[in-house]
């Protein structure tokens, strides 16, 4: 159980450009999932934390308005990067919380490539 | 100081051996302190996590957890080569959201 998928697993785009990420819990309801990036040989950052049918609360310094995060319902939540910059490439994460739990589990990741 | 702190390593044990990994936070406040492992180019999943003081036992990791000190472990007997990851410290902070440390990086030879 517990399992959290995400779409696309891999995108490559022009500069300028807006992606969409997908976050999905496939077999739970997720009252709050969690952005999260990772560039090379660092740790995961905390971009945003996204609760069902309310605004996203974002981390210091991450822009809302070039991450968008809508929050569905209780199994997706989608990031949009918005017009995409070289900067932006990086591996964005997502993670949902088991309702009741402070069990986190992470989706698959997906690899952003800002041409 | 950072919040959550590991030292990144590498830990290289032979196969077989016991590693051990550290970590230490500075919220007392912290409730809550998470194992991930790390593939490189992977996603964190989820070892063991601890609420208690004392030790957590499952398989063949141990989280281990000293509130006093302000001290999580985690101790992986009998590393196999397929043990060799970057393992995440994370702790839950009353805010509701986990704070990472930079990880350790395990390498098992053979």
């Known amino acids: 159980g517990a399992v959290v998928s995400q779409h696309p697993s891999r995108v490559i785009c022009k500069s300028g450009t807006s992606v969409k990420i997908e976050c999905r819990s496939l077999?739970?309801?997720?009252?709050?999932m969690f952005w999260y990036r990772q560039f090379p040989k660092q740790s995961l950052m905390l971009m945003a934390t996204?609760?069902?049918?309310?605004?996203?609360?974002?981390e210091q310094g991450v822009e809302k308005d070039k991450f968008l995060i809508n929050h569905a319902s209780l199994t997706l939540s989608t990031l949009t990067v918005t017009s995409a910059h070289p900067e932006d490439s990086s591996f964005y994460i997502c993670?949902?919380?088991?309702?009741?739990?402070?069990?986190?589990?992470f989706g698959p990741g997906t690899r952003l490539t800002v041409l | 100081q950072k919040e959550v702190e590991q030292n990144s390593g590498p830990l290289s044990v032979p196969e077989g051996a016991i590693a051990s990994l550290n970590c230490t936070y500075s919220d007392r406040g912290s409730q809550s302190f998470f194992w991930y492992r790390q593939y490189s180019g992977k996603s964190p999943e989820l070892i063991m996590f601890?609420?208690?003081?004392g030790d957590k036992e499952d398989g063949r990791f141990t989280a281990q957890l000293n509130k006093a000190s302000q001290y999580v472990s985690l101790l992986i007997r009998d590393s196999q080569p397929s043990d060799s990851a970057t393992y995440l410290c994370?702790?839950?902070?009353?805010?509701?959201?986990?704070?990472f440390g930079t990880g350790t990086r395990l390498q098992v030879f053979p």
């Open positions: 077999d739970f309801q997720a009252t709050t």
């Open positions: 996204s609760n069902e049918g309310s605004k996203a609360t974002y």
């Open positions: 993670s949902a919380t088991l309702r009741g739990t402070d069990e986190q589990f």
């Open positions: 601890i609420y208690s003081n």
């Open positions: 994370a702790v839950y902070k009353n805010t509701d959201k986990l704070i």
